[in-house]
């Protein structure tokens, strides 16, 4: 079992910056992989960004490239989701997951981004 609590949210105007942090216990952090999702009003929840067990390999959505930053902490049992340049259309719930097995088994709560234009 993996219980993550996400943290960092709330409202920036475009171009700002925010840091989303995740916190995880449970199962060992440094055993498996994470990754932050997001989802707007009427739409459906998309990936954003993905991380790797020990950090070496990255991946992101085509719309955040360049601008946002994934990073874990094995030490601290945290990955975050470093934000530049936000636009109006990041605004979302965001939510941290946890790929224990083979695809996002456990999730968190989610915390509110919203950017104003």
């Known amino acids: 079992q993996v219980q993550l609590v996400e943290s960092g949210g709330g409202l920036v105007k475009a171009g700002g910056s925010l840091r989303l942090s995740c916190t995880a216990s449970?199962?060992?952090?440094?055993?498996?992989?994470m990754g932050w999702f997001r989802q707007a009003p009427g739409k459906e929840r998309e990936f954003v960004a993905g991380?790797?067990?020990?950090?070496?390999?990255?991946s992101y959505a085509d719309s955040v490239k360049g601008r946002f930053t994934i990073s874990r902490d094995n030490a601290k049992n945290t990955v975050y989701l470093q934000m530049n340049s936000l636009k109006p259309e990041d605004t979302a719930v965001y939510s941290c997951?946890?790929?224990?097995?083979?695809?996002?088994?456990?999730w968190g709560q989610g915390t509110q981004v919203t950017v104003s234009s």
């Open positions: 991380i790797t067990w020990n950090g070496v390999s990255t």
């Open positions: 449970g199962r060992t952090f440094s055993t498996y992989g």
């Open positions: 997951a946890a790929r224990v097995y083979a695809s996002f088994d456990y």
